[in-house]
């Protein structure tokens, strides 16, 4: 069984850093893609970053320029560090993994999710 695993989140307030970490699990054998996705309140669950295992990276256009994400492949680990975080980040932060398993079957894997409130 796959499973991902979030830390990080919590209250910050406007103008302040967080920084997320997403470990995977389990027996599969390869992650070709991790990331994030949120969602906020009152809207649809949104992507945020994303980096492949060749270390290609894409962001939702409202967190270019503040969020970085990274990616230890030894470790299975994504990170994403938050800068200049405004209320409008507020929401409620999803890791996913992209994987191919040991069947040779793609499956998306999702973490259990992490609040982030931004707020003075």
């Known amino acids: 069984q796959v499973q991902v695993v979030e830390s990080g989140g919590g209250l910050v307030q406007p103008g302040g850093s967080l920084r997320f970490s997403c470990a995977a699990s389990g027996s599969f054998l390869s992650i070709y893609e991790m990331g994030w996705q949120r969602q906020g309140p009152g809207n649809q669950r949104a992507m945020v970053a994303a980096?492949?295992?060749?270390?290609?990276?894409k962001y939702a256009d409202s967190v270019k320029g503040r969020f970085t994400i990274s990616r230890d492949n030894a470790k299975n680990t994504v990170y994403l560090q938050m800068n200049s975080l405004k209320p409008e980040d507020t929401a409620v932060y999803y890791c996913n993994a992209k994987i191919l398993d040991l069947e040779n079957t793609y499956l998306e894997v999702w973490g259990q999710g992490t609040l982030v409130t931004v707020s003075s």
């Open positions: 980096i492949t295992s060749a270390g290609t990276t």
